[in-house]
């Protein structure tokens, strides 16, 4: 069942006295598969590939890092770096994840020095 949040786990534990119920939210990462890094040249294909109505955007405010240490800190969740370039003065990381279900969800992280705010642009496949 799809719950809302995503990352909301209902939970029944059945012992001698009754059955207790209750939810807990957990973090998303943990179903992000280490073998989540997509080759560059399918990545490029796969980001054309998926419909614009599968694509989201939204803002990460009040984070100070740098490219390289974003893109450093999601390898340790397994969130994958395919590219980096600088565009206008942005440094664009494009990153891959997989999840344990076999959904890919791709990404565009915009990063402009001395903005503590990025923009992510996420597609998904389904």
Request: glycine share 4%; charged share 20%; net charge neutral.
């Amino acid at each position: 069942m799809k719950m809302d949040p995503l990352n909301n786990l209902q939970v029944a534990v059945k012992n001698n006295i009754d059955v207790f119920y209750f939810s807990t939210l957990y973090p998303l990462h943990i179903l992000f598969v280490e073998d989540g890094k997509m080759e560059r040249q399918t990545f490029l294909a796969t980001w054309k590939d998926i419909p614009n109505e599968n694509e989201t955007q939204f803002q990460i405010k009040d984070c100070s890092l740098n490219a390289d240490s974003v893109s450093s800190k999601l390898q340790g969740s397994n969130i994958f770096t395919i590219a980096k370039r600088n565009v206008e003065g942005q440094d664009m990381l494009y990153q891959s994840l997989k999840l344990t279900n076999g959904i890919w969800v791709l990404a565009e992280l915009r990063i402009q020095p001395s903005n503590p705010s990025f923009t992510v642009k996420k597609r998904e496949t389904t």
